[in-house]
């Protein structure tokens, strides 16, 4: 027996851990992007949204930095990882408990051994102990169970991360939407207003029998269509709104305004290596903690086959008088060892084993994956934003050269040389022109907001509010301490 445990002792000494130890698989990045920019690295790293210069932005993006839900959910749900990391590291150490009772009973005068005539059969027991229990991890499932919660705990942490680099995109690319929308009502209305001059003006010549019905008619459509124009972007511009209140942690209600649309100056787009955003993307992050999570389960399923040794023992006292109960006589004590494991289980553990080599297999997958799509999405992005800029060159030539058409229109229809439906025909290219110019503009910026969402940046460890607070800054230091 000494044998046997001194072996068992010195096995658990070796550290014998089973399962593969986590290696990161070898990643194919790109060397560049489709679309180089020219500006330097270390832009991708800066608050990104005071280059817009808007105070009003940089307000609405700090209060849901500080009152979002979904930031909140997400730091609880790392609050739930690390209490189960805490609780999967307790099995490293022994478990202590007490045990006290004190029982009042009758003996049985017939039982056996008998109580003999004259004997009281009523008798107090007070009992009381301090036991220990501790499993030793021989083979190492429980490093790899500690192993796969640390990881877990990680890769909420990357989720956390993941949801403030969402939120503060999708605030700036809400707000810019609005802009758009507050920019396209107002060229609507002022369209339909000199629509309504030219309709009322249109209303007097026909009177005088200077036009025809039909041209009446005409300017009416164009004038209804501007004002038809009207109520949907308002519709819109009340949808937004509502989004950008919820995502601040509020009711449905009216949002600031501070730049127009026009006076937004967009942030220079980030030059940036592919390679480097395995190393800050939370997403990615996140899928290749998940992975080393996988892997330290195959181990801790593998020492499923192997003995579990259990360490016991218990120090107390017995006495049927309570005088006695803490004295010499009544002390009595327990050490004891304990060796368990299988012998047939008809594939239970085979099929355990099989089940988490496959949930690796899909991890590393998974991995994979989020990778291609990071790439994808940034070079999306960057392309984008370029092109935007030239789509939008072209559409404000387009709209000066409408401009100069529709004067010239109007006065070929003064002088008598045109009909008014060549007027009609270039004032509603104008307006449309003029909507899209808009829409393009907020585009660009959006697609260049896309560009720091696609590649991440240490700016979203600037403005975690956990920082700020302190209340879940010690679970990212925790959590950064166990991934090291």
Not at 136 to 157: H, T
Not at 393 to 413: D, H, I, N, P
Request: aromatic share 8%; charged share 20%; proline share 5%.
């Amino acid at each position: 027996m000494r044998l046997l445990i001194t072996t068992v002792v010195l096995v658990f000494a070796a550290g014998c851990t089973l399962g593969p130890d986590y290696a990161r698989p070898t990643i194919d990045a790109p060397g560049a992007w489709r679309v180089q920019p020219a500006e330097a690295q270390v832009v991708a790293n800066t608050r990104w949204w005071t280059s817009f210069n808007d105070p009003v932005l940089d307000d609405l993006i700090a209060t849901a930095l500080a009152e979002n839900l979904d930031v909140r959910i997400a730091a609880a749900r790392v609050e739930q990882f690390l209490g189960a990391l805490t609780a999967t590291r307790s099995r490293f150490f022994p478990t202590v408990g007490y045990d006290v009772d004190a029982t009042r009973a009758k003996a049985s005068r017939v039982g056996q051994p008998p109580i003999p005539a004259g004997g009281d059969p009523y008798f107090t027991l007070y009992q009381g102990s301090l036991g220990a229990t501790w499993q030793i991890d021989l083979f190492g499932r429980v490093r790899r169970l500690n192993e796969a919660a640390q990881a877990r705990v990680y890769a909420s942490e990357q989720a956390r991360r993941g949801v403030l680099l969402s939120l503060v995109t999708s605030v700036a690319t809400s707000y810019i939407t609005l802009r758009q929308l507050d920019r396209q009502l107002e060229i609507a209305k002022a369209t339909a207003h000199n629509f309504g001059e030219t309709a009322r003006i249109f209303d007097l010549r026909h009177k005088a029998g200077v036009v025809s019905q039909t041209e009446v008619s005409q300017v009416q459509s164009q004038h209804e269509q501007a004002l038809a124009t009207i109520p949907v972007l308002e519709q819109q511009i009340a949808a937004v709104e509502n989004l950008i209140s919820i995502t601040l942690g509020r009711n449905p209600g009216a949002i600031p305004r501070g730049l127009t649309i026009d006076q937004l100056v967009p942030p220079r787009i980030p030059a940036d290596l592919p390679s480097s955003l395995l190393e800050r993307r939370p997403d990615i992050l996140q899928a290749e903690q998940n992975l080393v999570a996988a892997n330290a389960n195959i181990g801790a399923t593998r020492a499923l086959y192997f003995p579990d040794l259990t360490l016991t023992g218990a120090l107390g006292s017995t006495s049927t008088s309570f005088g006695n109960f803490l004295t010499g006589p009544a002390s009595a004590w327990l050490v004891g060892a304990n060796l368990a494991g299988p012998i047939f289980t008809f594939g239970a553990i085979k099929g355990q084993v099989r089940s988490a080599e496959a949930q690796k297999d899909e991890a590393v997958l998974v991995y994979q994956q989020t990778i291609l799509n990071a790439f994808r999405e940034t070079d999306d992005a960057i392309t984008g934003s370029m092109k935007k800029e030239e789509e939008l060159a072209r559409q404000a030539a387009r709209v000066t050269a409408l401009r100069e058409s529709a004067r010239l229109s109007r006065l070929k229809f003064e002088y008598g040389m045109a009909g008014y439906v060549e007027v009609l025909i270039a004032d509603n290219e104008l307006f449309a022109a003029e909507i899209a110019l808009v829409r393009v503009r907020a585009e660009r910026n959006t697609q260049i907001v896309q560009v720091y969402r696609a590649m991440g940046g240490g700016w979203v460890d600037a403005v975690d509010p956990s920082q700020a607070t302190g209340t879940a800054s010690d679970t990212s230091t925790e959590t950064e301490g166990l991934r090291r």
